[in-house]
């Protein structure tokens, strides 16, 4: 079975610009959550969907959000880039969003913001 | 407090020792753990979860959850230099309705020839 799908892997944009990551998860999976990762804070969350609804926020401005179709499949989007977001963003999937669900991570983009 | 915390090392054993690695939270309503290793310049890999009190094993990993304490670990038998990674403690609860995971800073193992 595929694991979950990242695309791109690497990304380079400026200050001020837009970005959209995308993520398919392990086929059957249908709960998407993403992830910040920098060397100061660490994993943090940013957002997990279900059925293409929002079910949590992460403590992060407004200029970062997301979305989920109906085939599970999920995106990001950080608007006005500022150089802090520079980071690796991980999607991490699971079957259901249950409290024991197990979430299995993709290989992440790397986003640098010049 | 931080939410989850780890001692970032580096915890340095040789091979064939037992690591033992240790995360302490401050939620008391946390429901779910989990142990992740992540290699440098890789992405998080789940390699253990547990949601009861006690110990789980999975071949040469053990996890162990104290509830009472908030304290959960992860020892790792037979170390081999393989498992020279950083490794992630997260607890999982549930809010606002949906799940939300937060990860300790890590830490980092060295296993020597």
């Known amino acids: 079975k595929a694991g979950v799908t990242q695309t791109p892997r690497y990304l380079i944009k400026t200050r001020g610009q837009q970005v959209t990551l995308s993520c398919s998860p392990i086929s059957g999976h249908r709960s998407v959550s993403w992830y910040q990762q920098t060397p100061g804070q660490g994993l943090q969350f940013l957002f997990e969907y279900f059925s293409e609804t929002q079910r949590n926020k992460g403590n992060f401005p407004g200029r970062f959000s997301g979305r989920q179709f109906s085939n599970s499949r999920s995106e990001m989007n950080v608007s006005t880039l500022e150089l802090g977001d520079s980071a690796l963003y991980l999607c991490a999937s699971s079957l259901v969003p249950d409290k024991n669900n197990e979430q299995f991570f993709g290989p992440g983009t790397r986003l640098t913001v010049l | ?113």
């Open chain 2, 1 to 113: 407090q931080k939410e989850v915390e780890q001692n970032s090392g580096p915890l340095s054993v040789p091979e064939g020792a037992i690591a033992s690695l240790n995360c302490t939270y401050s939620d008391r309503v946390s429901q779910s753990f989990f142990w992740y290793r992540q290699y440098s310049g890789k992405s998080p890999e789940l390699i253990m979860s547990i949601y009861s009190n006690g110990d789980k094993e999975d071949g040469r990993f053990t996890a162990q959850l104290n509830k009472a304490s908030q304290y959960v670990s992860l020892l790792i038998r037979d170390s081999q230099p393989s498992d020279s990674a950083t490794y992630l403690c997260a607890v999982n609860r549930v809010t606002g309705g949906g799940n939300k995971l937060t990860f300790g800073t890590g830490t980092q193992l060295k296993v020597e020839l």
